[in-house]
């Protein structure tokens, strides 16, 4: 979606169609009514440029971008993010070798105590949406 061709309200729009696909309606409906007219503003620049902007890009399948963002917010350490985005992951066709293979791999390439902080993180998310793990 070339920015140059829609709107902000369209992308924005677009964003949330997304948003919603990968994380789930309840996730994003619980998620933005506890958003805070502080926080507001970041959750909409979220939704527009990260979601509408990046993830509508039909260059990657949405499945790589899910194991793009695991293997990233394993290097970042951002545990929150990484358990939304197991599901995410899971919801966009991800299998559990999958995540699992891309945490050993993390592993290597950004630290053995970040991708097992992440095993943890994943292995909890699994179970709670009913995962053989």
Not at 3 to 29: C, I, N, P, Q, W
């Amino acid at each position: 979606m070339s920015s140059k061709e829609v709107t902000h309200g369209e992308t924005f729009d677009a964003g949330m169609r997304v948003r919603r696909e990968v994380l789930g309606a309840d996730h994003v409906a619980r998620s933005l009514e506890q958003t805070s007219d502080f926080a507001r503003p970041i959750q909409e620049l979220v939704t527009e440029y990260c979601w509408g902007e990046v993830w509508t890009d039909e260059v990657l399948p949405k499945k790589t971008r899910s194991l793009i963002n695991l293997a990233m917010l394993t290097a970042l350490n951002r545990g929150h993010e990484l358990s939304v985005h197991v599901r995410g992951a899971i919801n966009n066709g991800v299998t559990v070798d999958e995540i699992q293979g891309v945490l050993m791999q993390a592993a290597i390439y950004v630290g053995v105590p970040a991708a097992l902080e992440s095993f943890r993180i994943a292995e909890k998310t699994l179970r709670d949406l009913g995962c053989d793990v």
